[in-house]
T-cell receptor, first 117, second 118 residues
Framework: EPEVTQTPSHQVTQMGQEVILRCVPI?????FYWYRQILGQKVEFLVS????????KSEIFDDQFSVERPDGSNFTLKIRSTKLEDSAMYFC???????????????FGPGTRLTVL | AQTVTQSQPEMSVQEAETVTLSCTYD???????LFWYKQPPSRQMILVIR??????QNATENRFSVNFQKAAKSFSLKISDSQLGDAAMYFC???????????????FGKGTKLSVKP
């Protein structure tokens, strides 16, 4: 069964450094998302992406964040200058829109644990 | 804005027994989707079950079923014949119906930690 993959599984970085989190969505999916989960808290929406542009973004997704689909398979989240409070689990998700029954379901990757020191 | 509330931070069930996890939500929309996701200790988010608001019939997936009460804005998850592998964090989530070019983001509750006792 196709699945969303994310790399790395764990990233440790120094405050102020740039990080890029990578995701490979399910191949026929058209909609891509990033969510984050600070330890012990609920999952929060960051951004959605469709047709090579941002569809929606939350207030968390400020100028320090950017997303990109550099090729036909990868979907990346970049944090330009990390802060301590960026430490969290980051989940990528994707969904399809082919007119079939389950097109609206978002399928999640295993997550990248980001630790900012 | 829509909100999702899970009022049970923790629940416990004996193996082979049945447990029900509660979820309520607030919305002014008439068309939407509801989901239950499972997050085991590995922290991956796994879809358990989904419900379309326009369907009156409650969704079922093997041992998992929901009790969807649209008027009450309630969406509880029932796990029958609980197994040790069911132990996880369970999140209820809401999503607006498709519109425009966006499929809409998921709005999650705070989660319920389910323990299964052997």
């Amino acid at each position: 069964e196709p699945e969303v993959t994310q790399t790395p599984s764990h990233q440790v970085t120094q405050m102020g450094q740039e990080v890029i989190l990578r995701c490979v969505p399910i191949s026929n999916h058209l909609y891509f998302y990033w969510y984050r989960q600070i330890l012990g808290q609920k999952v929060e929406f960051l951004v959605s992406f469709y047709n090579n542009e941002i569809s929606e973004k939350s207030e968390i997704f400020d100028d320090q964040f950017s997303v990109e689909r550099p090729d036909g398979s990868n979907f990346t989240l970049k944090i330009r200058s990390t802060k301590l409070e960026d430490s969290a689990m980051y989940f990528c998700a994707s969904s399809a829109n082919t007119g079939t029954l389950r097109t609206d379901t978002q399928y999640f990757g295993p997550g990248t644990r980001l630790t900012v020191l | 804005a829509q909100t999702v509330t899970q009022s049970q931070p923790e629940m416990s069930v004996q193996e082979a027994e049945t447990v029900t996890l509660s979820c309520t939500y607030d919305t002014s929309e008439s068309d939407y989707y509801l989901f239950w996701y499972k997050q085991p200790p590995s922290r991956q988010m796994i879809l358990v079950i989904r419900q379309e608001a326009y369907k009156q019939q409650n969704a079922t997936e093997n041992r998992f079923s929901v009790n969807f009460q649209k008027a009450a804005k309630s969406f509880s998850l029932k796990i029958s014949d609980s197994q040790l592998g069911d132990a996880a964090m369970y999140f209820c989530a809401y999503r607006s119906m498709n519109y425009g070019g966006s499929q809409g983001n998921l709005i999650f509750g705070k989660g319920t930690k389910l323990s299964v006792k052997p």
